[in-house]
T-cell receptor
């Protein structure tokens, strides 16, 4: 069975500071990994995805994540936080061999607060 | 292209009633998946439809059902509503089943009183 653990349900950073949102996964096979962002009263928007190509994945809005197999991690980072980054972020994992995306498992989410 | 649309955006029902939610995928997308989002359980997969057939199903009771039409639009139905069904219901579409990139709609927020 696959699972993801997001460390910290709430994270606060100052505007201009580094954003680091942590995600650890558990999967019996090399997984697909995703980060999504959800703004209030909106659906999820894909930030980036790892599908066994480059381990450092660049996404939209200046975010990137690095797949580290030895640490079973896929942490999301952004060098400089902007007020518009305030949202909830979800890490997700899927087993490519299971028929793909529809078997995706989401983390519980991390709410990012950006302090001016 | 227009994004995924969901109607209605907000809904209030009472226990025991039934509800139908609608999702229109992005034009050309044939796969539609439904998710339930609650503060306690997070995002949970309900089911996926592709070419009018249910392809995958999550761990939800039979009160939750869905269907897909020939134009790929999908409906989700919940019968005999319970208080615990209060949630944000999200629909996501992709071009093909098993495709790793899904596009989510804004969701329907259901409140059961």
């Amino acid at each position: 069975a696959q699972s993801v653990t997001q460390l910290g349900s709430h994270v606060s950073v100052s505007e201009g500071a580094l954003v680091l949102l942590r995600c650890n996964y558990s999967s019996s096979v090399p997984p697909y990994l995703f980060w999504y962002v959800q703004y209030p009263n909106q659906g999820l928007q894909l930030l980036l995805k790892y599908t066994s190509a480059a381990t450092l994945v660049k996404g939209i809005n200046g975010f990137e994540a690095e797949f580290k197999k030895s640490e079973t991690s896929f942490h999301l980072t952004k060098p400089s936080a902007h007020m518009s980054d305030a949202a909830e972020y979800f890490c997700a994992v899927s087993d490519p061999a299971s028929g793909g995306y529809q078997k995706v498992t989401f983390g519980i989410g991390t709410k990012l607060q950006v302090i001016p | 292209k227009a994004g995924v649309t969901q109607t209605p955006r907000y809904l209030i029902k009472t226990r025991g009633q039934q509800v139908t939610l609608s999702c229109s995928p992005i034009s050309g997308h044939r796969s539609v998946s439904w998710y339930q989002q609650t503060p306690g359980q997070g995002l949970q997969f309900l089911f996926e439809y592709f070419s009018e057939t249910q392809r995958n199903k999550g761990n939800f009771p039979g009160r939750f059902s869905g269907r897909q039409f020939s134009n790929s639009r999908s409906e989700m139905n919940v019968s005999t509503l319970e208080l615990g069904d209060s949630a944000l219901y999200l629909c996501a579409s992709s071009q093909q089943t098993g495709e790793e990139t899904q596009y989510f709609g804004p969701g329907t927020r259901l409140l059961v009183l």
